[in-house]
């Protein structure tokens, strides 16, 4: 299932990059939908990660997203990773599909790395 949500890029965060090959890069977007702004933290993956550097602090956004939960180590993590990233006006910033990615199930995860 995809979300969707509405706001203002505040942070974004340098690109990660681990020794299984794996990246990703985090953006914070603040949403003002409710009583109180939020601050809320995205993910880009993989070929993903491109969508972040189109983005710059201060632009009105609308990102879709998946949340996704893992348990590591017996303790459970969320994370909102984005798929689509859309500027204020409407237009869309070259964001691939407009579907959500399938999971998948061959990609190799190092055991000694946190799975966010």
Do not use: H
Not at 13 to 33: D, I, L, P
Not at 84 to 108: F, H, M, R, V, Y
């Amino acid at each position: 299932m995809s979300y969707e949500l509405k706001g203002t890029v505040k942070e974004i965060f340098e690109e990660q990059t681990f020794n299984s090959g794996f990246n990703k890069r985090a953006f914070v977007v603040t949403s003002e939908a409710d009583k109180y702004p939020q601050d809320i933290q995205f993910e880009c993956l993989k070929e993903r990660v491109e969508l972040v550097g189109k983005l710059s602090k201060g632009d009105k956004v609308t990102v879709s997203f998946d949340v996704n939960g893992r348990e590591w180590n017996g303790k459970y993590f969320v994370n909102l990773v984005a798929w689509k990233i859309e500027a204020g006006n409407g237009s869309s910033a070259p964001a691939g599909d407009d579907e959500p990615p399938l999971p998948d199930p061959d990609e190799d995860f190092d055991a000694d790395e946190p799975p966010f």
